[in-house]
């Protein structure tokens, strides 16, 4: 498809009358699902400069950190593939160069176009995966259709980590403001040390969406929060009565809802991140307002040792398996509505039954 310019990024986009989706050439990350109506892109673009990962010099670019997170910084932007890994690389694999989250959020993509679809393909020589994604916008509504693949090169079959790392940031997010929905049950905070703003109680279990807090009392994960710089990460077991998964995020200010539908079976977790301009060390600076909607195959952030290791949570498996030689296939829709089609009291009330037709 013939390329374009996306935030200084090379970039091939596609679009119906409602939305305008983005890919970046390096990396494959969805970069920008405009709604056209509003304006409103709810994907988080960093504040810092972005360039191809291709390019990265860790000597000559110094201000994105200088470890195995960097490369994957300096070009991340809104909704990143994380495979094979979902956090960082043990330390011997960061040494042969393998990155935070893992190749597929690094790799250069093939992207061409046929029967109405953008088809982004990439080899991952560390991993020795293949992964493609197809994507479609719906004719006539404001839906996007993925199917991804993921083909295990090797003559072993393989335990992986998948997740689809869906950031959002500003405008869209605003602090007190922005309101969540997702298909959670049992939860847990992160188990280790999250950084310095922490605030939620490590390791605690609990039920969505009233998350223990270090100082005693609950936050309400329901609604982006009003501190003035915080951080942390918990994850959600999907309910397990339902067949397919969701997480809606509502913007009361431009009153535009957009969310992801996937299969349980498929992903049965989701992990929020939250960074709100709390890392102060470079390219964060203390600029950052995000919150990740990370639904995937495993549910904590962690090297490949410790998701093996942890095998489960609450007797749901940790990671997947791709057999030798074979394909692993999944697929998940990203939909967006009005406060004519969302209204906004559902947002409010605190509804919790959201239903996705057609």
Known sequence: MPETRYRDRRAVSMENGHLRLTVLVEGGHIAEILDKKSGVNPLWTPPWPSIEPSTYDPQKHTGYGGDSESKLLAGIMGHNLCVDIFGGPSAEEAAAGLTVHGEASVAPYEITAGDGELVARARLPQAQLAVERHIKLSSGVPVA??????????????????????????PFLEKGSTQFRASATRSRVFEGD??????????????????PLISGGYEDLRVYTRRPSSTGFTTHLMDPHRDTAYFLAFSPRSKVAFGYVWKRADFPWLGIWEENYCRQQGPWNGKTLTRGMEFGASPMPETRREMIARGSLFGVPGFRWIPAKSTVETSYRVA????ESVPEALLWTGAEEVRFAG
Do not use: C, Q
């Open 336 to 339: 967006f509505g009005t406060a």
């Open 145 to 170: 259709e993925i199917r991804e693949a993921v083909t295990n090169l090797a003559a072993t079959d393989r335990p992986i980590a998948w997740t689809e790392h869906v950031t959002l940031g500003p």
């Open 194 to 211: 999250f950084g310095a703003g922490s605030y939620m109680k490590p390791a605690a279990d609990f039920d969505w969406p009233m998350a």
